[in-house]
């Protein structure tokens, strides 16, 4: 625990003016990012006595060791460079959010030539029309069978589009008239772009003018006698009445706006938030967030919108925004909005009338929201801290281990031997420290030496990276941080409170073996055996029972359990690579497509280790040159093992024959 008084800025040397400021911890990782119109007078405020700081600010400047601040113009540019800032370093001691579920969006991927309906997920692409978010996929896909009828834009994937094109035959939504079928040349490119085109003004509000367009040709078709076609449009209006149902008119105004919700408590937020496009609710989403920084509720809207609209422009971006509670600087804030649109966008709370109550509704769905966070999770938090508890009692740690890394060797047969490593921070996973190792020192079965192995490269990265940041220098004195002032660890930086290992007695004993040869005597060692869950500790006889109802053992369990899951997966892509590897791939500059014109050649790889170096050159795009080196790679390769039929026992040949 840092004492905030020994890095705290000299008189003087703070500026008065806008910038964003960086606490980093001892090991120069970036923990806390924060922006201020003065920053003079707001880092005055985290050197008080800690008595009189917020709980988790007196945790964020005792954790901190260093402080560091830059300089901006205006407000505006403070908001984006935090924002920057925090997807970047993703401080500790930040807001998180994180969405409950990938929301699925209605998609027209407009940079095609033939664009296509369909249903996405995740980060958003250039050139593609997005409506939503949706709650669920099944609805997306019943509003564009509705629009179809109307709108018969191609919704089938590259590959049966080639197929069609191939065959010259559409698909059954050819048949059935719920796709235009470019694939075959019923309609060009311009025509069926504009059909795309006018789907996405539906799917965007103007439904209007293609209802009334509609009626038109229906009523001028019933006076010609034509009762038929008639008919069609009449089913046609009823699909886009349809379609339209399932979102409700909530705004009579046709407005354009995104409405923010919070429920709260002194531990998680609750967000939800409603988009309401054309003044009909298109798409809903929520996430829950842990209030890891003193924040209130005007501080949790501005990082709503800036997890929001932070990587959004144009349209994405509503011409209003309605919120609980504007943000301390509500200014600065509409300003970053509208630059993100290109034009001017409105950040208000509501006060009266249909935007009030629809509030009220996106309210009460965040409440619903934290309260089924809340059960579903209950007690989390203070079952981690038990864990984490129990784990320090049982092993006789001094604190609790925030961070804990776990490793687990895999093989088969003594192939393919890999290692993993699995981070877990305050009872967590953290997804982006895993790491992955192969085996380099010496090939077969030895999961002691190979765990050796892999604590001791872990570690020296580790010294590598510490030295390098300049955390000491020679003499005992601190080095200046050359290489480190982005802020982000490199890979092994970041120490653990402790190592777990897969493994009893023995490996227990190689990890600290490890340790104790680079030097390293503040980091604890434990392994977890499957046999009876027992822990054991280096150089103890026997091992440390922990009850089986115990939380700090379920944890731990956890830990191992998610490093030999990450070490399988490892071995088992190895091993399906080397399985598939082929005499080919020795050959320098041959790639792919000319792998496949050989085979297709020759039929087989058999038959072409039989080839000669002429006939090789027959293929297209093959010199001698290249037909000499593929020779080689064929004559130097081994012979592989022979394919078995599972079904009938039989020995396969390369050429695709059998043999008894």
């Not at 694939?183 to 799917?203: I, Q, S, Y």
């Not at 002194?266 to 809903?284: C, S, Y």
């Not at 011409?319 to 300003?335: G, I, N, R, Y």
């Not at 031997?417 to 090939?443: C, H, N, T």
Request: with cysteine; charged share 30%.
């Amino acid at each position: 625990m840092a004492d905030p008084t020994s890095y705290r800025p000299a008189p003087g040397q703070i500026p008065d003016v806008p910038g964003v400021y960086k606490f980093r911890d001892e090991h120069r990782r970036v923990i806390y990012v924060g922006k201020a119109k003065s920053l003079k007078q707001r880092l005055a405020n985290y050197f008080q006595p800690l008595a009189s700081l917020h709980p988790r600010t007196a945790t964020m400047v005792t954790t901190a060791a260093s402080v560091e601040w830059t300089v901006v113009s205006t407000e505006v540019e403070a908001l984006q460079l935090e924002y920057s800032w925090i997807k970047e370093y993703d401080p500790r001691f930040n807001v998180k959010y994180r969405d409950d579920k990938s929301y699925p969006y209605l998609a027209v991927t407009l940079n095609e030539e033939f664009p296509r309906v369909q249903v996405m997920r995740g980060q958003k692409k250039k050139g593609v029309r997005y409506f939503g978010p949706y709650a669920h996929a099944w609805a997306i896909r019943e509003t564009v069978d509705l629009m179809l009828r109307v709108f018969p834009v191609r919704t089938c994937s590259a590959g049966v589009f080639r197929n069609a094109a191939s065959a010259g035959r559409p698909c059954l939504l050819g048949y059935i008239g719920k796709c235009s079928a470019p694939c075959v040349g019923r309609v060009d490119p311009e025509e069926h772009r504009e059909l795309a085109a006018e789907f996405c003004d539906f799917m965007a509000g103007r439904t209007g003018t293609y209802i009334r367009r509609l009626e038109k040709q229906m009523t001028a078709a019933a006076e010609e006698m034509e009762y038929e076609k008639a008919a069609r449009l009449r089913d046609d209006i009823e699909a886009l009445r349809r379609a339209m149902e399932k979102s409700a008119v909530v705004l009579a105004d046709a407005t354009d706006a995104d409405l923010i919700a919070l429920a709260e408590d002194e531990l998680e937020a609750a967000v939800q938030i409603f988009h309401v496009r054309g003044g009909r609710v298109r798409g809903q989403r929520g996430w829950v967030t842990d209030k890891v920084e003193a924040v209130d509720t005007a501080g949790l809207v501005e990082h709503a919108l800036q997890q929001l609209y932070g990587e959004e422009s144009g349209d994405a971006v509503p011409k209003e925004v309605l919120v609980p509670a504007l943000p301390e600087d509500a200014e600065s804030v509409t300003q970053w909005l509208s630059g993100r649109r290109g034009s001017q966008v409105s950040l208000r709370i509501p006060q009266r009338g249909d935007k009030k109550d629809l509030m009220a509704t996106v309210a009460r769905n965040a409440q619903q929201a934290l309260v089924l966070h809340k059960t579903k999770r209950a007690s989390d938090l203070t079952t981690r801290s038990r864990a984490l508890e129990e784990i320090a009692e049982a092993l006789d740690l001094q604190s609790a281990p925030l961070r804990i890394e776990c490793f687990d060797i895999s093989h088969l047969q003594g192939e393919d031997v890999v290692a993993s490593m699995v981070v877990f921070e305050d009872g967590l996973p953290r997804k982006s420290e895993y790491r992955r190792f192969q085996i380099k020192s010496f090939e077969g079965q030895d999961d002691v030496r190979s765990m050796h192995e892999v604590i001791g490269r872990r570690f020296r990265r580790y010294l590598a990276e510490k030295e390098k940041t300049g955390e000491w220098g020679e003499d005992g004195e601190v080095a200046v941080d050359e290489a480190g002032d982005e802020g982000r660890p490199k890979r092994f930086a970041y120490p653990p409170q402790l190592v777990v290992v897969d493994g009893g007695q023995p490996q227990v004993a190689a990890a600290r073996r490890a340790l104790d040869e680079l030097g390293i005597d503040d980091v604890a060692v434990c392994g977890l055996a499957k046999r009876l869950e027992e822990v054991w500790l280096p150089g103890e006889d026997d091992p440390v029972v922990l009850p089986r109802s115990s939380e700090g053992l379920y944890l731990l369990q956890r830990v191992r359990d998610t490093a030999h899951d990450f070490a399988i997966r490892y071995q088992r892509s190895k091993r399906t690579k080397r399985l598939r590897s082929s005499p080919l791939d020795a050959v320098p500059g041959l790639g792919d497509t000319r792998k496949q014109a050989l085979i297709k050649h020759f039929g087989s790889v058999k038959r072409l280790k039989q080839a000669t170096i002429e006939q090789i050159c027959e293929v297209p795009g093959f010199g001698r040159k290249t037909a000499e080196a593929v020779a080689v790679a064929l004559a130097r390769a081994a012979p592989a093992a022979p394919a078995v039929n599972t079904a009938t026992g039989e020995i396969m040949e390369d050429d695709g024959g059998t043999t008894a």
